[in-house]
């Protein structure tokens, strides 16, 4: 299944800014490299855009691409596979930059 995505915050610049939009696919599989939708294991009501950077014994391990960013894998540990929603197959839009 097919859905569109808004990137909130800064985490994944410069490959993604506040405000794109992205085509991703539900269920897909996921392997290294692919940027995801996650569900973040500390609030699982918050979806998280990251990279799987590696799989691990308990996941995946999520990176944000801007490595000032907080909140990915370095503060939770690897992402249950259950927890990673969808993989990013491209930006629709480029959010208008000043």
Same mark, same amino acid.
């Given at each position: 299944?097919?859905?569109?995505? =808004? !990137? ?12 794109? @939009?992205? %085509? =991703? @696919?539900?269920? #897909?599989? !996921? &392997?290294?490299?692919? !940027? ?17 950077? $590696? ?8 990176? #944000?691409? *801007? ?10 540990? #690897? =992402? ?7 993989? =990013?197959? %491209? &930006?629709? &839009?480029?959010?208008? $930059? *000043?």
């Amino acid at each position: 299944m097919l859905g569109v995505a =808004v !990137v909130k915050g800064p985490s994944m610049v410069p490959t993604y800014y506040d405000g794109d @939009r992205l %085509l =991703v @696919r539900y269920g #897909a599989r !996921v &392997r290294a490299g692919d !940027v995801v939708l996650a569900r973040d294991p500390r609030l699982p009501e918050r979806i998280l855009v990251k990279r799987a950077a $590696r799989r691990e014994s308990g996941g995946w391990w999520l990176l #944000a691409d *801007n490595t000032y960013a907080p909140g990915d894998s370095r503060q939770f540990g #690897a =992402v249950p596979d259950g927890l990673v929603i969808a993989r =990013v197959l %491209l &930006r629709l &839009r480029k959010a208008k $930059r *000043n």
